[in-house]
């Protein structure tokens, strides 16, 4: 008995019959055959019976060992002859293992069973004080709980100098007298050792220290915006959009400046001084080439040496 459809069915049967002819009229029906066949060729086909004959092969393949260590053969291993490192030492004399500090450099401990713990760091104590004043620019002890870490080369060493209230006893409330303190800022970006602030600012730290309204070169640079007096540090630079001289002091020497940061002033103030060739633009970031107002850093400069900043703020 023939069914007998409603009228939204054989309506949209037609509707079907209607579009289909409507996709042949179009070609687009060659167009879905071809498309599919190419989704089946793409298809990887897996081959069971291969997949089994490989369970098959490596299931039944023995495993042997195949190490050519003379001890486990049974031979008996025969050591070169080695010299007593301790034959020439005088009688008690007890052999030392070597321990590294952070630097890398060898510390020797000794192995007395009869050093306690505490008797032990004193030890090692004195040894990296002994080693703290070989090297006053900028330190050879790296301490992270007293050393004050310099703005420039952000080393954060205990300094060099001798009689140093705070890295000689290693005392956080003192005062290190191997770092620079600005008199008004009081901040971490006074702090400098004697090497940077003697390479990249032309200071001794015997007259920073003396001077008790010493000022920074940010602090310096705020009552004197004229004098182009900045801090040449890299992240100074970086923040005003200019680019960091990098170790810059032996050009700066060799065109007669007595630092890295008088040979900045120098180009800063001739910059400023020629706006049409400076076009009143800072040293570019390292991304994009100089401009040509940056050529006087290949030329020596006509300009006489600078003398150093006053040290007083006006």
Not at 157 to 183: D, H
Request: charge should be positive.
């Amino acid at each position: 008995m023939a069914t007998t459809l409603s009228l939204y069915e054989q309506e949209r049967l037609q509707r079907i019959k209607e579009n289909q002819a409507r996709m042949n009229a179009l070609g687009l029906t060659k167009q879905t055959s071809i498309l599919d066949m190419m989704f089946q060729a793409r298809k990887p086909t897996s081959n069971f019976n291969n997949k089994d004959k490989v369970r098959q092969v490596k299931s039944s393949k023995s495993f042997e060992r195949t190490r050519s260590s003379k001890r486990i053969q049974g031979h008996r291993p025969q050591y070169a002859p080695v010299d007593n490192p301790d034959s020439d030492k005088p009688e008690g004399y007890v052999h030392e293992e070597h321990e590294y500090n952070k630097n890398g450099n060898r510390i020797e401990v000794s192995l007395n069973p009869d050093v306690t713990p505490e008797e032990k760091d004193k030890q090692l104590f004195q040894k990296l004080m002994g080693r703290r004043c070989t090297s006053q620019g900028r330190g050879s002890v790296y301490d992270s709980q007293v050393g004050i870490c310099c703005h420039f080369c952000r080393q954060k060493k205990l300094c060099g100098e001798p009689n140093c209230p705070r890295c000689e006893k290693r005392s956080t409330s003192e005062e290190c007298i191997g770092k620079t303190e600005c008199s008004r800022c009081h901040s971490a970006t006074g702090k400098f050792c004697r090497a940077c602030l003697l390479i990249r600012y032309g200071e001794e730290m015997v007259a920073a220290r003396a001077t008790d309204n010493w000022l920074c070169p940010h602090c310096y640079e705020k009552d004197h915006p004229e004098e182009h007096w900045i801090c040449n540090s890299s992240i100074c630079l970086t923040r005003k959009k200019m680019r960091p001289t990098g170790i810059a002091i032996f050009d700066a020497q060799a065109r007669g400046f007595p630092s890295v940061g008088h040979w900045l002033q120098a180009q800063l103030k001739d910059q400023h001084s020629n706006p049409a060739a400076a076009d009143h633009a800072p040293p570019p970031p390292p991304s994009t080439p100089p401009p040509a107002a940056t050529a006087v850093l290949s030329a020596p400069p006509p300009l006489p040496p600078l003398p150093p900043p006053p040290a007083t703020a006006a």
